[in-house]
């Protein structure tokens, strides 16, 4: 199986890349998204690292989202213990590699194994092609050996008594703040302290959204056993101001 996420939304690049990768091999391909915020690696970082766990063992992600492309940066592919994960090397392998320690990196630079070339296509060039290849079983043979792979600076969570301080990993397309807390940390709470704009906001600890009144805010588990700050039928990235990246301090 080949899971594919990229930026590139509703594009005839979706549909290139598959057409190439069924001319190597008639695997199953399953869109994971294509609907990643343009050229943002830190949103494909979070979402690839709460997505994969649900595959089969043995599952190549092909995962493009490559502001960087044609430029200097690596196109590397990556064994783990349970997977493989074909795209750029600029740091969207971050947190996946946290939990799936890297067995084998490769280099993709034997062209024997690219499709054509270009310098702005590498996902049809030699993401996918490579992709289609590793599940007929090559690896070795992709491209030069690595022993380092790139990392995306970010704010680990912490818990120091009844403080917490971490990050809003990424806004999904509803407006809801999808943060890098364990909702675990917060379960046995009817409410938590926000830190907003100068000043503590209280927020309700909740299960679903309509627990509160249409526009109101809650927090609750986004069902990756993270903590999603929402509001009911609103977007609460829009109500308090909160982009991607932005350091978050609550209090318990």
């Known amino acids: 199986m080949i899971v594919f996420m990229t930026d590139w939304g509703n594009s005839h690049y979706v549909g290139i890349c598959k057409g190439v990768i069924k001319q190597i091999v008639d695997e199953e391909i399953v869109d994971l998204t294509h609907q990643i915020t343009a050229f943002n690696v830190r949103e494909a970082m979070y979402v690839l690292s709460r997505s994969f766990m649900h595959f089969p063992k043995g599952t190549v992600f092909l995962c493009v989202v490559d502001y960087g492309v044609g430029s200097a940066r690596k196109a590397i592919a990556v064994k783990t213990e349970n997977y493989y994960f074909v795209g750029p090397d600029n740091g969207l392998f971050t947190l996946v590699f946290e ?110 959204y309509a627990e509160v009144d249409i526009g109101g805010l809650l927090v609750h588990n986004d069902s990756t056993g993270f903590v999603e700050i929402a509001a009911n039928q609103s977007r609460a990235a829009d109500i308090l101001k909160f982009n991607a990246g932005d350091k978050l301090e609550m209090i318990i």
């Open 99 to 208: 939990r799936e320690k890297p067995l084998e990196i490769r280099e993709l630079n034997n062209q024997r194994y690219h499709y054509s070339k270009s310098s702005t296509f590498h996902g049809r060039d030699i993401f996918s092609p490579v992709a289609a290849y590793i599940t007929k079983g090559f690896f070795k043979e992709l491209g030069s050996q690595l022993f380092n792979y790139a990392t995306l600076p970010y704010l680990k969570a912490k818990k120091i008594e009844n403080k917490i301080l971490g990050e809003v990993a990424y806004i999904d397309k509803f407006g809801n703040i999808e943060t890098n807390i364990p909702f675990e940390w917060i379960k046995e709470k009817e409410k938590i302290k926000l830190f907003f704009r100068r000043k503590w906001v209280e927020l309700p600890i909740l299960r679903y």
